[in-house]
T-cell receptor, first 111, second 114 residues
């Protein structure tokens, strides 16, 4: 069974702080990893994708991947109230095209 | 680019009726589309994988006779919820792959069965 686990939160951080979101996955052969942001009542939107071990930075967002530990994280620097949303970790095991999603972490940035 | 248009965005139907949800890839050809369902405060659950020109592949526990999927062209996939019941009320989302950049999602359809 391909499982993706996230801490459901809620996670609260003050405006300007760093928010850290974590995700673990069970399938060792997973190839691609994605972070999506989902506002209430809306469909997910892609924030970051990462395929290799290490860090990948895009603006205020940094994705970190450690395949040996089967762990992927998302850091949001200088958090803004508009970052308040549910963040979904998605894993593509590489066997076909389907994604497997974590349950999501609810983030609230307090002004 | 890589836009998937989904409609309707919301629909209310009576119990026992059928509802069709459409997803169109506007600027690319979607060989494969995925259909998800999301209940309140829960994550997206993959229902089925839709391949153009062939039968859809359903996830375990999803009734294929209840959730009819048609992917007759490279730009259109439809999900029909047949004989809908209140427990089918949910947020239905389609997505499609566009190369190596991940997946793009439709805007979702909020289905309420009364």
């Amino acid at each position: 069974q391909k499982e993706v686990e996230q801490n459901s939160g809620p996670l609260s951080v003050p405006e300007g702080a760093i928010a850290s979101l974590n995700c673990t996955y069970s399938d060792r052969v997973s190839q691609s990893f994605f972070w999506y942001r989902q506002y209430s009542g809306k469909s997910p939107e892609l924030i970051m994708s990462i395929y290799s071990n290490g860090d990948k930075e895009d603006g205020r967002f940094t994705a970190q991947l450690n395949k040996a530990s089967q762990y992927v994280s998302l850091l949001i620097r200088d958090s803004q109230p508009s970052d308040s949303a549910t963040y979904l970790c998605a894993v593509n095991p590489g066997t076909g095209n389907q994604f497997y999603f974590g349950t999501g972490t609810s983030l609230t940035v307090i002004p | 680019g890589a836009v998937v248009s989904q409609h309707p965005s919301w629909v209310i139907c009576k119990s026992g009726t059928s509802v069709k949800i459409e997803c169109r890839s506007l600027d690319f050809q979607a060989t494969t589309m995925f259909w998800y369902r999301q209940f309140p405060k829960q994550s997206l659950m993959l229902m089925a994988t839709s391949n153009e020109g062939s039968k859809a592949t359903y996830e375990q526990g999803v009734e294929k006779d209840k959730f009819l999927i048609n992917h007759a062209s490279l730009t259109l996939s439809t999900l029909t919820v047949t004989s809908a019941h209140p427990e089918d009320s949910s947020f239905y989302i389609c997505s499609a792959s566009y190369g190596n950049y991940g997946y793009t999602f439709g805007s979702g359809t909020r289905l309420t069965v009364v």
